[in-house]
């Protein structure tokens, strides 16, 4: 049993231990232009919860959610920005940069060369992006408690949900940056990442919208991202938050599977 | 490792892409300690052949056996082992050189600490000490090529794979490397490379073979191949006109072989002087002749023709 058991445990290390060498490059490749662009990561939801939800909150009241719980539109909205603040940050790494370092750099031709696998080079990537979304979370969820739009024990909560947010659009960024031909392709991925953005019960309830199209909005992982994490911070009941859980770890999984099988095909030629 | 096992053992190896056959199942066995070479024309199919050893290409076909280990199951830990200077670069553009070699130690596993001591021996050993701390992207190509098989033995690896080391060097920077592979070479390190340089081949090389189309068309030594395929001295003969042609034509009895090209004529003969001498007889007197010994550049194209193949 040890015998069969043992060389499998020692796999685990061995390829944790490879994806923290790739992560751990980015650490090395820190420079002090690459910190004015992830504090901009910062900055961009900030700007976003004080047009929209302190701005335009102002115009439009409070909120009555499906729950029954009544909010402010601000408290509504913070919760999305933190989500999709999670999207963009961890989207700006798995897709521009990591298409960069795949396709222009050849970064990876040499790190195969090595005993890192494909699957760990992912890992590497994915949890380098995590701990750089999981950055702007913590530092949103400290502003959302001081302008006093959650409290703290809730952002503690949500803090570890927005991780799960960040780790799930990793994978899918990743997978996406797998099929991409070239920087041209950016400009859809942009776009489209606007209108989930826009769209995912981030400004208006999705109730607001025609049953079909509700539907749609519903199954888009941003929407499932907002609704956990508004779920938390504005503390609503309800079982519906382990569905969204559900559906983050799967298309974790599925992304990741689908992008290391990608990468081993594009790389190991 | 003093078995007789080959280190590198390949029998009816195949690399297809799609419809094309880039390695048309060649048989080849590298020893431990040895320098082997692949020589060819571009295209002959030797950095597949480069790319299936250093388990980053799986084979179509036929068996592989590398350290003992099968390439597609035991990958990680064949690579662990090897070291590997590819064609093009892969250096890290947004590291500087000391942690392109840092960076790639931490891939194998090897303590920070320990990666830090050896990036410095390895500067040291291909002579980039002083730039240590610049960034990659400035560096010569010369340099950038002595960073990527300082690189290459940053796992201290038991076979080096090195795909044209010194393709696009100037002969300062290809002497320098030559150097350092004759070191390694000493130390016991296994050597396997690529090129298309006759004279780098004739200098590292115990033992090579020539590829073209895919397939092996020869092996041994560089003595014996010279041996084998082509004689021992070439004479070189330069006649005053619009073509050789009318000339060549005449010495067809004088050597082995004779090849007529557009600004000279090659008489492949075992005695040099001697056939001079027989060319004055026959009443012809080229305006240059140069005798020389056959070397391997003869073998080479004697071999895989004279035909450009790109």
Same mark, same amino acid.
């Given at each position: 049993m040890v015998a069969l058991v043992l060389p499998r445990l020692m796999d685990v290390s061995a390829a944790s231990? %490879? *994806?923290?060498? !790739?992560?751990?490059?980015?650490?090395?490749?820190?420079?002090?232009?690459?910190?004015?662009?992830?504090?901009?990561? &910062?900055?961009?939801?900030?700007?976003?919860?004080? *047009?929209?939800?302190?701005?335009?909150?102002?115009?439009?009241?409070?909120?009555?959610?499906?729950?029954?719980?009544?909010?402010?539109?601000?408290?509504?909205?913070?919760?999305?920005?933190?989500?999709?603040?999670?999207?963009?940050?961890?989207?700006?790494?798995?897709?521009?940069?990591?298409?960069?370092?795949?396709k222009y750099m050849k970064l990876y031709d040499g790190v195969i060369a090595t005993p890192v696998q494909p699957f760990e080079i992912a890992l590497g990537e994915l949890t380098w992006a995590m701990i750089r979304g999981s950055a702007y979370s913590g530092a949103f969820l400290v502003v959302m408690v001081v302008m006093d739009l959650t409290t703290a024990a809730r952002a503690a909560v949500a803090f570890p949900a927005a991780v799960l947010v960040g780790f799930t659009f990793g994978a899918i960024g990743m997978t996406i940056a797998t099929f991409m031909r070239s920087w041209q392709d950016f400009d859809v991925l942009a776009s489209a990442q606007f209108v989930l953005f826009l769209f995912s019960g981030t400004f208006i309830p999705a109730q607001a919208y025609p049953t079909l199209l509700r539907w749609l909005v519903e199954v888009t992982p941003l929407y499932r991202a907002v609704h956990l994490i508004r779920g938390i911070t504005v503390g609503s009941s309800g079982w519906t938050w382990l569905l969204d859980i559900g559906y983050l770890l799967v298309v974790l999984a599925i992304g990741l599977f689908i992008a290391s099988r990608r990468m081993s095909r594009l790389l190991y030629r | 490792?003093?078995?007789?096992?080959?280190?590198?053992?390949?029998?009816?190896?195949?690399?297809?892409?799609?419809? &094309?056959?880039? !390695?048309?199942?060649?048989?080849?066995?590298?020893?431990?300690?040895?320098?082997?070479?692949?020589?060819?024309?571009?295209?002959?199919?030797?950095?597949?052949?480069?790319?299936?050893?250093?388990?980053?290409?799986?084979?179509?076909?036929?068996?592989?056996?590398?350290?003992?280990m099968d390439p597609v199951r035991d990958g990680p830990a064949?690579?662990?082992?090897?070291?590997?200077?590819? /064609?093009?670069?892969?250096?890290?553009?947004?590291?500087?050189?000391?942690?392109?070699?840092?960076?790639? #130690?931490?891939? &194998?596993?090897?303590? %920070?600490?320990?990666?830090?001591? %050896?990036?410095?021996?390895?500067?040291?050993?291909?002579?980039?000490?002083?730039?240590?701390?610049?960034?990659?992207?400035?560096?010569s190509g010369g340099m950038? %090529?002595?960073?990527?098989?300082?690189?290459?033995?940053?796992?201290?690896?038991?076979? @080096?794979?090195?795909?044209?080391?010194?393709?696009?060097?100037?002969?300062?920077?290809?002497?320098?490397?030559?150097?350092?592979?004759?070191?390694?070479?000493?130390?016991?390190?296994?050597?396997?490379?690529?090129?298309?340089?006759?004279?780098? #081949?004739? /200098?590292?090389?115990?033992?090579? @073979? @020539?590829?073209?189309?895919g397939r092996i068309v020869a092996e041994g030594s560089p003595r014996v191949l010279?041996?084998?395929? *082509?004689?021992?001295?070439? !004479?070189?003969?330069?006649?005053?006109?619009e073509s050789q042609e009318p000339f060549a034509s005449k010495l067809d009895q004088l050597g082995e072989r004779v090849e007529v090209l557009p600004d000279r004529v090659l008489l492949y003969v075992p005695d040099g002087d001697a056939a001079v001498a027989e060319v004055t007889a026959l009443g012809l007197h080229p305006i240059n002749v140069l005798v020389r010994r056959s070397g391997l550049e003869d073998v080479f194209l004697h071999l895989t023709g004279r035909t450009l193949i790109d």
């Open positions: 231990r %490879r *994806s923290a060498s !790739v992560a751990e490059r980015n650490v090395s490749a820190l420079k002090s232009i690459y910190w004015l662009l992830l504090v901009s990561g &910062f900055v961009e939801p900030l700007l976003y919860l004080f *047009s929209i939800g302190v701005g335009v909150g102002a115009l439009v009241g409070d909120l009555t959610l499906p729950g029954g719980a009544v909010v402010s539109y601000a408290a509504f909205v913070a919760p999305a920005m933190l989500a999709s603040s999670a999207m963009t940050g961890s989207f700006a790494e798995t897709t521009f940069n990591f298409f960069g370092k795949m | 490792m003093t078995t007789a096992q080959p280190l590198i053992q390949a029998r009816g190896l195949v690399k297809r892409f799609g419809g &094309f056959t880039a !390695v048309d199942a060649i048989d080849v066995a590298v020893r431990a300690g040895e320098a082997f070479g692949f020589l060819g024309p571009n295209g002959a199919g030797k950095s597949s052949t480069m790319r299936m050893i250093g388990c980053v290409s799986p084979p179509s076909g036929g068996e592989l056996r590398i350290l003992g064949i690579r662990a082992r090897l070291g590997v200077c590819p /064609q093009l670069d892969t250096l890290d553009p947004e590291l500087t050189v000391r942690e392109n070699l840092i960076t790639y #130690a931490r891939y &194998f596993g090897i303590a %920070r600490r320990v990666a830090r001591l %050896r990036a410095a021996e390895l500067l040291d050993f291909v002579q980039l000490s002083e730039r240590a701390d610049s960034k990659v992207e400035p560096l950038k %090529r002595r960073l990527t098989i300082a690189r290459a033995l940053v796992n201290e690896p038991e076979i @080096v794979l090195l795909d044209e080391p010194t393709t696009g060097l100037d002969p300062q920077a290809r002497h320098l490397v030559w150097e350092r592979l004759f070191q390694l070479k000493q130390q016991g390190v296994t050597l396997v490379l690529t090129t298309h340089y006759m004279d780098e #081949a004739e /200098q590292l090389c115990d033992r090579l @073979v @020539v590829m073209d189309g010279i041996e084998q395929h *082509s004689t021992r001295e070439v !004479v070189e003969l330069r006649f005053a006109g």
